[in-house]
């Protein structure tokens, strides 16, 4: 049973990242960039990574002989929830990536 929630949480965790990629990569044809391509592996890696800060409750980037090792940079971050405007949802990331663009 274990198994079969993870592996829900990394289909809907791929699901999600394909619809953010796909929105990210909007803006880009908007400013004559090509498209970036989704890595699942690096998208399960960082879920993992983050299921791992969240359990230990830190926010903090790995190591940077790990990041050397796999060739990658990371950016992290969290939300904190106002009342007011509800959970963070996909549309909301969606307006967020579109302002940060328009101010570019």
Sequence with gaps: ???LIVFIILVY????AKGV?????????????PAL???EQMTCDAQHFAQQMASRGVLEHQSSST??????GENIGM????ARNGPLSFQKIKRMVGNVAKRW
């Design 21 to 33: 990629m796909a929105a990210h990569n909007s803006v880009r044809r908007t400013h004559g960039s």
């Design 1 to 3: 049973m274990f198994l």
């Design 79 to 82: 939300s904190c929830t106002p």
């Design 13 to 16: 965790v791929i699901i999600v």
């Design 67 to 72: 990041l050397s090792r796999k060739r990658v």
């Design 37 to 39: 391509q989704l890595d």
